[in-house]
């Protein structure tokens, strides 16, 4: 047992005998017994100025309120008896990798242990080359804008970092956009108010402080901290105090997510819940059913693509968890895809569908018996198929409505007039879509288009490319002339994109996954009014289209050897099998946020 954790309890004996008398972070910090802080300011990077000024800070709070802090820049401070010493550690605007794989491992012992850490600043600038850093200091840095007055909110008032402080607070500082948005796995004490200020690329929610238990530890980060000033300032001093008492278990306080500093509406991961209990009717993905085995459909179908032969070596760049499976093994794969849809808090399956009485369409009705078996709804993806023309995909409607249009998931949006929804790929192959008109009382008809001259006579626009997302070219643009015409606006996102193995020698274009920032910023982008236009919907690129790499479909975490796949291995601070679902649990949380958005749209 950590003294720290001893210390606690000292600490919770006191708080009961002098509740009356004192506030909760002054007699937590009087019942402590004196303790030993670390700080670290090592950069292999960018070199903030601010940093004597912060270890300087760091020291004077030490003397008034009973810790020592010894500064150094030696990473071989960092072993197990030498980290032994201290009941927290400060990563002072560290940058780079400044930590080699030894002193990581101590680092995170000490942590996990019961010892404390406490990221400032560019601490989310730091050990790139450790996944399991990231879940130490809970996001990492992706970029800022020029330094500037910004107002942020106070999320938590009882944290002793956070309780002196109003409401909002207004301060200059250099503020951090982050790779991935932290708030399903810490708990948030403050956050930004993008319209604030100018830069700003997290959608609208941007935790800038934050805390989380460590296994047995307790890690606080604050992204201020850029500034010299900073550190004279009275309220970031006192915040930078509270996070130094809370890590070294000096004072008590609630950091588990989802406590009462968290938002209402946003949940963690490890639910894996949907945002209702049938998933959200907003969130489409887009679902392949054009697999086959020899055991399934006498051959294999799209898993040979690229001159591969299959089970062990396929066209994708990632190996399915469930293997080259067959899209009509309803009880088997169909069934735990939908589950997985499930999930993933989408209610919306978009059907990759290439002409009556092709392939996909003799599937359709088994893969929708499953699809309503759990909750999951069925829109339509129109596909490019031989002979398509406008005329002929509004009898394609007419077609999939009396074929289907009495099933429990077909689906139908009540918010728009309780019509059903067809996507059109490639759109743009047809020129005159007049003939949409005689449908448009029944039919949510989406271009595939950002190009407002190529949208008559259809109900709605949608984007599909995944790897346009990462910059939402023409989105914003989209976005308010479908609001302005009475259209949806469903703009596509997606993980990432690489089909090098399905299309040999196509290196380019591809969007590298990032572990998940390559996603989280094409969903920032959608959520975001200023960029992406207030989307009715967001379908996403894709549920398992597997030869462009932008599957959210569960990876296998151990594909076949000497195929050179790759794996989801660092998601989201993941790793191993729980790799595996981390996009799956990712769209559930952007699915949580994007209801939340609707409903404060109104």
């Known amino acids: 047992m950590r003294r720290s954790r001893v210390r606690r309890l000292a600490c919770a004996v006191a708080l009961t005998l002098g509740a009356a008398f004192l506030s909760p972070g002054v007699q937590s910090a009087a019942a402590a017994d004196p303790y030993q802080v670390l700080v670290f300011s090592k950069t292999a990077g960018f070199r903030h100025d601010s940093i004597p000024a912060g270890i300087t800070a760091l020291q004077q709070l030490g003397a008034a309120h ?66 399991e850093y990231e879940d130490l200091v809970g996001a990492r840095f992706r970029s800022h804008p020029a330094i500037q007055e910004a107002r942020l909110t106070t999320e938590d008032h009882a944290h002793p970092a956070t309780s ?38 997290m959608g609208g929610d941007h935790p800038i402080t934050w805390c989380h238990p460590q296994q047995e530890g307790r890690s606080f980060y604050t992204g201020l901290g850029h500034t010299i000033e900073s550190f004279a300032d009275p309220d970031f001093r006192q915040l930078l105090l509270g996070g130094v ?28 819940g949907a945002t209702e209990d049938e998933g959200s009717s907003n969130v489409h993905l887009f679902y392949y059913p054009w697999y086959g085995t020899p055991d399934g459909s ?5 898993w040979q693509q690229g001159g591969h032969t299959p089970p062990d070596a396929i066209g994708a760049d990632l190996y399915p968890k469930l293997g080259p499976y067959d899209s009509g093994d309803i009880a088997g794969a169909v069934d735990q895809h939908m589950t997985w849809v499930q999930r993933s808090g989408a209610g919306v399956i978009v059907y990759s569908w290439w002409g009556q009485g092709g392939y996909e369409d003799s599937l359709a009705g088994d893969v929708m018996d499953a699809a309503a ?22 009898d394609d409607i007419a077609y999939l409505e009396g074929k289907f249009g009495d099933h429990p998931a077909f689906y139908r949006d009540a918010a728009n007039g309780d019509r059903n ?5 490639e759109s743009l192959k047809i020129q005159d879509w007049s003939a949409l008109d005689a449908v448009e009382d029944t039919a949510i ?36 002339y479908a609001k302005a015409n009475g259209l949806v606006w469903a703009p596509s996102v997606a993980p990432g994109y690489l089909d090098d193995r399905a299309v040999p020698g196509n290196t380019t274009p591809t969007l590298d996954r990032e572990d998940g920032a390559s996603y989280d ?82």
């Open 521 to 602: 910023l094409e969903w920032n982008n959608a959520l975001d009014p200023a960029i992406g236009g207030d989307p009715t919907w967001v379908s996403v690129t894709s549920f398992n289209e597997w030869h462009e790499g932008s599957s959210i479909e569960p990876a296998s975490s151990s594909p076949p050897p000497g195929h050179g796949y790759e794996t989801y291995d660092g998601a989201y601070g993941t790793t191993g099998e729980a790799a595996e679902t981390a996009y799956l649990d990712r769209t559930a949380y952007w699915a949580d946020r994007f209801e939340q958005q609707l409903r404060e749209r109104g």
């Open 373 to 394: 078996r759990h909750g999951i709804e069925v829109a339509w993806h129109i596909e490019p198929y031989g002979g398509r023309t406008a005329a002929s995909v509004v």
């Open 298 to 302: 006498g051959s294999w179908r799209h």
């Open 66 to 131: 009973d810790f020592t802090v010894t500064a150094t820049e030696d990473a071989t401070a960092f072993t197990p008896a030498g980290l032994a010493a201290y009941e927290a550690v400060v990563f002072l605007s560290t940058t780079g990798d400044v930590l080699n794989d030894t002193q990581q491992s101590a680092l995170k012992g000490y942590v996990d242990g019961g010892g404390g850490f406490v990221g400032v600043h560019a601490a989310a600038d730091t050990e790139y080359d450790w996944p």
């Open 445 to 480: 008809v989406l271009a595939q288009t950002t190009d407002t001259s190529k949208v008559d006579h259809f109900g709605g626009i949608y984007t599909y490319d995944g790897i346009a997302g990462a910059t939402a070219p023409g989105w914003k643009n989209a976005g308010d």
């Open 245 to 272: 008492q809370y890590a070294a278990g000096a004072v008590e306080a609630d950091c588990g997510a989802g406590g009462p500093g968290d938002r209402a509406g946003y949940s963690s991961p490890d639910t894996a």
């Open 164 to 201: 002196h402080l109003d409401d909002t607070w207004t301060r200059t500082d250099e503020w951090y956009n982050y790779r991935s948005n932290p708030r399903s796995y810490v708990h948030v004490l403050q956050s930004l108010d993008e319209s604030s200020y100018s830069g700003g690329e």
């Open 421 to 425: 929804a067809y996507y059109v790929f």
